[in-house]
């Protein structure tokens, strides 16, 4: 599938709670040399270079001073996945990717992420650093 046609947006993360979001990209990465984020059809975006790396990019700041633990659960695969800023391995299965081929079908990964921090923090997707982003506040808090 190209993303060549991508949506985007701003997922905006709550202060100090559990919080569901999904990511609808299939490929991408966050690039620290140029700041922003690439959408190149080859490079399957996962939580270290997609999420991770914008975070400590964007803010300066290690991960782990932002986020406790982004968690998700694949169903098909009846496996249960958590990255942990700071201690998981960018190779181990725990860097699960934002997005699976599921047979036929594409699903996107909802993953709950825990804020540690009193601070709003802002995840960009698609081309978000365009004029025509949405800030998302939709999320279910827990």
């Known amino acids: 599938m190209s993303s060549n046609n991508i949506t985007t947006g701003i997922i905006q993360i709550e202060p100090n709670r559990w919080q569901l979001?999904?990511?609808?990209i299939i490929y991408g990465y966050w690039d620290n040399i140029n700041h922003k984020l690439v959408h190149d059809d080859i490079i399957r975006a996962n939580v270290k270079n997609y999420?991770?790396?914008?975070?400590e990019d964007r803010y300066s700041i290690s991960a782990n001073e932002y986020i406790e633990i982004i968690s998700t659960y694949f169903g098909d695969d009846n496996e249960f996945k958590s990255?942990?800023?700071g201690i998981t391995n960018v190779n181990s299965t725990h860097n699960f990717p934002l997005a699976f081929f599921d047979g036929e079908n594409i699903e996107y990964a909802a993953m709950w992420i825990k804020s540690k921090t009193s601070?709003?923090?802002?995840?960009?997707?698609?081309?978000?650093?365009?004029s025509q982003t949405t800030v998302f506040d939709g999320a279910i808090y827990a």
């Open 21 to 24: 979001i999904s990511i609808p």
């Open 51 to 55: 999420i991770i790396d914008q975070i």
């Open 83 to 85: 990255y942990i800023p």
């Open 119 to 130: 601070t709003v923090f802002t995840i960009n997707w698609g081309s978000a650093e365009t």
